[in-house]
């Protein structure tokens, strides 16, 4: 059995050795241990460096406020872990923990050369060191400190682990699972409630499981909280252990990380490691309990230097003694159990060093039984020991003046500065505070959110009090419910109740400018960082904080924001309520991301939708591109041809034979009511009236800015029923608009609207062969350029299939847009490419689609417009019904700015050596001989290689471009300055011959 | 771990909870209000139910409405009744205005069922699945993406998708029914 | 996240399945080609910002579908009250217990 373990003690179990590794050594410990606890059993305090100086560490905590003992958790690649606390990491064979900040190794690490030159590093360095010059920082001071800044490494190889989350409702919500928790949870349980119980520790208990000697209700503690958990499971309350409140959100939602894989050797299969909780509670009880406070003097933070609660822990939960020659520094009752509890358990406790003159006799009666040596009215002033306390310099202080010091010998010096209730997920609800000048610290006031808090972390103390207004607040909560509850009494015995005092540093016979009294471990914050920072100017605690960094490490300053404002208080000559404590945030502790990612990573990021024709494009070897949430067939590349290519060849067979594209993400909406018509007149500034049933129409929708927002062609089902499309993009978008103006504006009109995207798969055929194509395969509908014009559409059968056949063409050569049940695409798909094979039948993507609509000028909404274009700028004043008494955007469109001349207007461009291929996006100059920066008149909005055109093509907003036609401008790159011509916008077929449909029998 | 969505069937199954890809059935989209409501309810052979989450079926049981909205419920009916239920809508024009928009191709429906169904949609649904009442429905998210969900039984749920949305969920569904058996065990 | 009650579906549900949707009460003119480039600017631009009570709409996307105006306190983030659309604004008198 290890050195420092305790036969008899304990909740580990001793018959189950567990060997993990520390520091590249092997350890020793048992099952149920903590790194922290195993490496104390073990006789090893040294556990960590600090951040600034690098100053040797030990654990000076037992919990999840440890700042010092933080380290690398590793099982294998990928699941590396830094800043893990190892007094709340659980041994498991096989785990590999790794000091961090020191470098070669811990126990001798080149870093700690800061250590001798910390006068340099006083508070607010960065800001004084780094001021100047000025081109130094970027250069010089940033790396360098990036590179040495930092807690930990965090690993470069991809997490293989799996997070998850869950949502949780439930009536009851207690954190913490103390006595006050525990008392809360049953109360309300039996009063009918559905509660959930959840802890940050291993096991449920809280400070139960340090306190054996107590008895409640006539059994031994431990055997009352079995008993208790058993009764709370028979009462279906959900206990979750390592998990842990992270965050308090509006109205009872609370982030509840729990951790289920971090303690065990073997992973099991389809777990994953964290699953984040957004939990939903009609009630919430806080029972966090109080988090004991440090003693702030010079050398406070040797290793072996610890909270006097953690040693209590180590030893009746892990049955560590943490020492064998303790001494006791305390200005609380609390820390003299420490000492009693130790020399029990075969610690020789050297002194209980107490700041108070007159600590209560009882306690003073029981060291004296025990043999040990107390001092009363005592101050420390040093410590001594590298890599661990050797002994502690104390002093008599009497009436304010320090006197004589004597050196006593200690392997561990165990302090206690009394407790602070922990109040972090109480200050997330925004939460007030009310000063308690008896306990010196805050206590939980008002709060907006419908939570009480128990126990301690109301400054109550001792179990028989916290277990008395846990049931007590259970009860409340229950009744606040309409449940009828009652708080059963339970007598204890053996309870450590006490009180004590409270101190900023500790007096001293040494200049306070050479004491390195530690307030902030984590951040190496000392006393005289704080009186510094006030002496420098710093007046709110706010700016105390940022200046110095206390409290802003990853612990958030559990242990030293009290301290630190007390000190600061005490600087400033203002009474503590009147400086504040500053703002807890959560996360509660540090929360892995993959904690907050949940399921969403790797294929299941965010949704990608794929289309029903989506398999027939990837096993015809598609290209993808993502648009939208969509993930849309780009080009169909043959072997050896790359995308330029591919994309030539698809627009030449669409131009001269007859191309295929799966249009199906194009958003549609049918407006069906008698209104519908009405509707249409109203939302878009097209008019509608006389548009017959069968007939087609571009339609084009602004907002009331007058700006273009969405287009597509609508065809008029029937009088009542119009079948909407709009860009793939814009769906969603489209239709909320489109509710929003109906419910709330004309709520008077009779018209629904329903989306039927998905409703339909379509397929868009294009080009001169495309009739002879359908012509075998369409029942219902004659097509022939009288039967069937183009901008036609009607409901038929295309290869048996039911059908909205459109005549509409998004490529100037003849189209169509079969639309078919979504699920019948594929089969349609395939059926149309067996059909057209022997006419030249070629599937394009959405490459090859939007180099003909440039080439035939029309234009994408959202990248040849870009939320400040109107119609008129896109040349698409046609489209405006101007006789129309109103329509979403008419007014708008009167507004002097969209009215002003030089307004950016879209035009086409051709470079003038007739091979350049324009960047889009790239900005637009008259003037390319003017000085930078450049007076900028538009940019580039789509450029494509047409093959049609036979040169490069492209389109671009430009001030008053229309006005421009033939004159040149200029494109500067980061090599040259192209220059261009401005154009009209259609570089093909422009007298629009080729939308005409052949006359059956005859040649194509 | 994208479950084969291409035939109906079982798509995961685990002690906790079993997924499956329902039979293809007719859908209808029905708008109306007011006045409009009682025709339409007779013309279909069922009281369109006016709280928004509950159900009404035909005597037949070939058609079964859930009301989503104000003025909108979603109806389920055997493929073969589709017909006669457009018909008998569309014969209710103009005089009762309202829409009914064939949207039997839009979605799909997955099943759950199983000890821990209810427990499966928390890992995506931000509301209280015991706020649905067995025999009720309701539109709602899962995990981000717009379901209409129907509770047959305590244990037995369907969910309505629009099929692009529907790998995305299916998969989230199969680790899940994997995820709590591992719970359990 | 927030709860919100839905006036149509009257359940309290949480914030995800709902979209805001900006201020209420600003309603569209009657005849907007009548209106003045100052009142059109007004109603196209112009919003109160409040610090406190705020009259704004939401919308139950992911459930009814229906938008509907709610008045939240934007300091609290708190929802002092919901109701459908159309419906008058409730007094901040009858909301807050307190006089205007
Ligand atoms: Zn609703």
Redesign the pocket.
């Given at each position: 059995m290890s050195r420092f373990r305790v036969p008899g003690r304990g909740r580990v179990n001793p018959d189950r050795p567990v060997t993990f590794r520390f520091d590249g050594r092997p350890v020793q410990g048992c099952e149920g241990d903590t790194v922290a606890s195993a490496l104390l059993a073990n006789g090893i305090h040294l556990m960590g460096r600090s951040f600034k100086y690098h100053r040797p560490r030990g654990a000076v905590a037992a919990g999840s406020e440890e700042p010092n003992a933080l380290i690398n958790t590793r099982r294998g690649p990928g699941r590396a872990e830094p800043n893990t606390r190892a007094t709340m990491q659980e041994i498991w064979p096989g785990l590999e923990a790794r000091p961090q900040n020191c470098w070669p190794r811990l126990s001798f690490d080149l870093g700690a050369v800061n250590d001798r030159a910390y006068m340099l590093f006083s508070a607010g360095f960065y800001y004084k060191t780094f001021m100047w010059p000025r081109s130094f920082w970027d250069k010089l001071y940033e790396p360098v400190i990036r590179a040495a800044a930092g807690l930990g490494v965090s690993p470069s190889e991809e997490d293989p682990d799996t997070y998850a989350s869950r949502y949780l409702h439930t009536d009851v919500l207690v954190v913490g699972a103390g006595p006050a928790g525990l008392a809360a949870a049953r109360t309300a349980a039996e009063a009918g409630l559905r509660v959930v119980l959840v802890d940050e520790h291993a096991e449920a208990g809280g400070t139960l499981l340090s306190e054996p000697q107590a008895r409640i209700a006539g059994l031994p503690a431990w055997d009352w909280l079995t008993a208790e958990l058993a009764a709370l499971k028979a009462l279906g309350v959900r206990v979750m252990t390592r998990t842990t409140a992270i965050g308090y959100y509006h109205q009872n939602m609370i982030g509840l990380c729990q951790r289920l894989t971090d303690h065990l050797a073997e992973l099991p299969a389809d777990t994953p490691r964290e699953r984040m909780w957004r939990l939903r509670a009609a009630r919430v009880v806080l029972a966090q309990g109080a988090l004991e406070k440090p003693l702030v003097f010079d050398g406070n933070d040797r290793p072996g230097v610890m909270l006097a609660g953690a040693a209590q822990t180590y030893l009746h939960r892990f049955g560590v003694r943490v020492g064998d020659r303790p001494v006791i520094l305390t200005s609380h009752d609390s820390a003299w159990h420490a000492a009693f509890d130790l020399q029990d358990a075969g610690a020789k406790v050297a002194a209980i060093v107490d700041t108070r003159a007159a600590p209560p006799a009882a306690l003073a009666g029981e060291a004296q039984a025990r043999g040990i040596r107390v001092l009363a009215g005592f101050t420390a002033t040093a410590t001594s020991g590298r890599l661990r306390v050797r002994s502690v310099r104390v002093h008599p202080v009497s009436a304010g003046t320090v006197g004589a010091g004597e050196e006593i010998a200690c392997d561990c010096l165990l302090m206690s500065g009394g407790w602070t209730p922990s109040l972090h997920l109480f200050s997330h609800t925004k939460g007030s505070l009310a000063w308690d000048e008896d306990r010196t610290t805050f206590l939980p006031a008002d709060t907006p959110e419908d939570c009480v808090i128990a126990g301690a972390g109301r400054g109550l103390w001792g179990i028989a009090a916290t277990l008395a207004d846990g049931a007590e607040k259970g009860a409340e909560v229950a009744a606040s419910l309409g449940r009828g509850a009652s708080a059963p009494a339970l007598p204890v015995e053996g309870d450590r109740t006490g009180s004590g005092t409270s101190h900023t540093e500790l007096a001293t016979d040494r200049s306070p400018s050479r004491a390195r009294a530690f307030v902030d471990f984590q951040n190496d914050v000392t006393a005289k960082d704080l009186r510094l920072a006030v002496r420098e100017g710093m007046r709110s605690i706010e700016h105390v904080k940022r200046y110095t960094t206390n409290g802003m490490a990853t612990d958030q300053g559990k242990m030293s924001n009290i301290n630190g404002l007390n000190i600061a208080a005490d600087a400033l000559g203002r009474a503590q309520p009147k400086v504040g404590l500053t703002t807890f945030r959560p996360p509660y502790t540090p929360t892995s991301f993959g904690a907050f990612a949940g399921y969403h990573r790797g294929g299941h990021f965010e949704v990608t939708r794929r289309t029903a024709i989506d398999p027939l494009a990837e096993a015809a070897g598609a290209v993808f591109e993502p648009v939208g949430q969509w993930r849309r067939a780009r080009y169909f590349p043959r072997p050896g041809e790359d995308m330029d290519t591919a994309v030539a060849r698809e627009c030449r067979a669409t131009r001269t034979a007859i191309g295929m594209f799966d249009a199906s993400t194009l958003g549609k909406i049918e407006v069906v009511g008698p209104d519908a018509v009405e509707f249409m007149n109203r939302m878009y500034t097209n008019p509608w009236t006389k548009l017959q049933p069968g007939r087609c129409r571009y339609g084009l929708l602004l907002g009331d800015d007058g700006f273009i927002r969405d287009d597509g062609v609508i065809g008029r089902l029937a009088h009542d029923r119009f079948h909407v499309t709009t860009t793939t993009g814009g769906a969603a978008r489209v239709l909320n608009m489109m509710e929003d103006y109906l419910q709330t504006e004309w709520p008077e009109l009779d018209v629904w609207l329903t989306s039927t995207t998905e409703q339909w798969s379509t397929i868009a055929l294009n080009g001169p062969r495309v009739a002879e194509l359908l012509r075998p395969l369409v029942e219902g509908v004659t097509l022939t350029e009288e039967a069937f014009p183009h901008m036609s559409v009607a409901e038929c059968t295309v290869a048996g299939m039911p059908a909205r056949l459109f005549r509409v063409s998004f490529t100037g050569e003849t189209g169509f847009e079969v639309n078919v049940p979504a699920p019948m695409g594929p089969a349609l798909w395939q059926r149309l490419a067996e059909a057209g094979a022997p006419l030249g039948l070629t599937p394009y993507g959405t490459e090859a689609m939007h180099v003909m609509r440039a080439e035939k000028g029309y234009i994408i909404v959202g990248q040849d417009t870009d939320g400040t274009v109107t119609p008129a700028d896109a040349g698409l004043t046609w489209a405006v019904g101007k006789a129309k008494p109103d329509f979403v955007g008419k007014r708008g469109l009167a507004r002097p700015d969209l009215t002003a001349p030089g307004r950016r207007q879209l035009v086409g461009l051709l470079t003038e050596d007739g091979t350049t291929l324009l960047e889009e996006g790239a900005q637009i100059v008259l003037d390319p001989a003017q000085p930078v920066p450049m007076k900028m008149v538009g940019h580039v909005t789509s450029a494509y290689r047409s093959e049609a055109a036979g040169r490069p093509i492209a389109l671009a907003l430009v001030e008053g471009g229309h006005g421009r036609m033939g004159e040149t401008v200029h494109i500067p790159m980061p090599d040259r300055t192209i220059a261009a011509t401005i154009t009209g916008c259609v570089f093909h077929d422009p007298e629009n011959t080729r939308l005409k449909l052949a006359a059956p029998g005859g040649d194509a | 771990m994208t479950p084969d969505l291409s035939a109906p069937g079982p798509l995961a199954e685990s002690a906790a909870a079993k997924l499956s890809l329902a039979v293809p059935c007719a859908r209808l989209s029905l708008r109306a209000r007011g006045a409009a409501v009682a025709p339409l309810s007779a013309a279909l052979g069922l009281t369109l139910p006016e709280r928004?989450g509950t159900r009404a079926s035909t005597a037949a049981g070939d058609t079964e409405a859930l009301r989503l909205?104000p003025d909108e419920w979603v109806l389920h009916a055997t493929p073969a009744a589709l017909p006669g239920l457009l018909a008998a809508c569309a014969a209710l024009s103009p005089e009762h205005p309202h829409s009914a928009v064939d949207i039997s191709g839009r979605e799909l429906t997955l099943v759950l069922e199983g000890p821990r169904a209810a427990e499966l949609l928390t890992l995506g649904m931000p509301r209280d699945p015991d706020s649905i009442a067995p025999g009720e429905g309701r539109r709602t998210l899962f995990d981000g993406v717009s379901v209409v969900l129907w509770r047959e039984a305590d244990t037995r749920f369907r969910m309505d998708i629009w099929h692009s949305f529907a790998p995305h969920l299916a998969s989230l569904l199969a680790t899940g029914c994997a995820e709590l058996a591992a719970e359990t065990a | 996240m927030l709860l919100i009650h839905?006036p149509?579906?009257d359940?309290t549900l949480p914030e995800l399945e709902f979209a805001h949707a900006g201020e209420a009460h600003v309603a569209r003119p009657e005849n907007p080609s009548a209106q003045s480039d100052a009142e059109w600017e007004e109603f196209l631009f112009i919003r109160r910002n409040v610090k406190g009570p705020h009259y704004e709409r939401w919308r139950?996307t992911h459930?009814?579908?229906?938008f509907f105006n709610a008045v939240r306190d934007t300091v609290s983030d708190r929802f002092l009250a919901t109701y459908p659309a159309g419906a008058p604004r409730p007094s901040l008198a009858s909301l807050t217990g307190e006089s205007e």
């Open positions: - | 928004i909205g | 839905c149509y579906c359940e139950h459930g009814c579908g229906r």
